[in-house]
């Protein structure tokens, strides 16, 4: 069986992710979106509520499950059997970094990266423009899931989005 792991923070998961996690979907046997833990950054969600968030976002997928991991991602590759990770470029300026992920990944535990071009619809797109536009009131239903959309709402209306 051929597993792929989309990693990432997820604070929150926005229509340019679930585009990438579809995509995965229909190209691997399983795919596990990882929700990466780092215990320096406190988001606008807790890990809960993004996962919780991630479920509701996929749950027409029936190879997708949901997952936490605290630590370097290919150990959480190796002691889950996953031979890959994928991950969405949505410009050029994404590609150094990924590229710098995606080979220390390999060198460390001999982990493949795909890199998958977004939609070019999705290519403005980041968790944390979205925050930002949901805190001042802005409208981010056209990128975000709906339920992620009305909890954004509910945090901007208490002051913690
Ligand atoms: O959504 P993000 O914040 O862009 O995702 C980045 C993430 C979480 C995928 C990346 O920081 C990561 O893989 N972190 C896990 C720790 C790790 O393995 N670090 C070494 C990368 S070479």
Not at 30 to 51: C, D, Y
Request: with cysteine.
């Amino acid at each position: 069986m051929k597993k792929a792991v989309c990693p990432g923070s997820f604070d929150p998961i926005t229509n340019g992710h679930l585009d990438v996690i579809e995509r995965a979907s229909g190209l691997f046997d399983h795919v596990v979106i990882a929700v990466l833990v780092n215990s320096s950054k406190s988001g606008v969600f807790t890990v809960e509520e993004r996962v919780d968030l991630i479920k509701d976002s996929v749950k027409h997928l029936t190879n997708v499950t949901v997952d936490t991991w605290s630590g370097l991602l290919v150990d959480y590759c190796e002691r889950n059997d996953i031979s890959a990770i994928v991950k969405g470029l949505r410009a050029v300026s994404d590609f150094d970094y990924e590229l710098q992920m995606a080979q220390l990944n390999l060198q460390l535990k001999g982990i493949d990266t795909f890199l998958m071009a977004t939609k070019p619809t999705y290519s403005f797109l980041s968790s944390s423009l979205v925050r930002e536009i949901a805190r001042y009131g802005g409208d981010v239903s056209a990128l975000v899931p709906p339920r992620v959309a009305s909890e954004l709402a509910k945090k901007a209306g208490k002051g913690s989005a």
